[in-house]
């Protein structure tokens, strides 16, 4: 666990993908990215501790072949959690407590 700790607290945003071609993970980022912030991807195809850091994700609740997303150093969970959180109207707010932005304007 204190792998993923360590890898979450130096940035706002982080996800957590099972490698670069999973196309949960790219409609995440998108859709993060759309509202200003910067996620930091890793790919735990990539990691040389994947099984540490899988076994870790597990315990926080990640679903296998989902990405996990951590908001302000929170486990939020995979893209069903992240959209919930965008039709709910929290997800800007979150990004801007967790300072992952500054200013929203809205469309």
Do not use: K
């Amino acid at each position: 666990m204190a792998a993923v700790t360590n890898l979450v607290a130096e940035n706002p945003v982080v996800i957590f993908s099972r490698n670069i071609n999973c196309p949960m993970t790219h409609t995440v980022n998108s859709l993060i990215t759309g509202f200003g912030a910067n996620p930091v991807l890793y790919y735990l195809d990539r990691m040389p501790n994947r099984q540490q850091i899988e076994s870790a994700l597990a315990q926080l609740g990640r679903q296998q072949n989902q990405p996990a997303v951590f908001i302000g150093q929170q486990f939020i969970g995979g893209p069903t959690e992240v959209n919930s959180l965008l039709l709910r109207n929290e997800l800007v707010p979150l990004l801007l407590r967790s300072n992952a932005i500054w200013v929203w304007r809205g469309a």
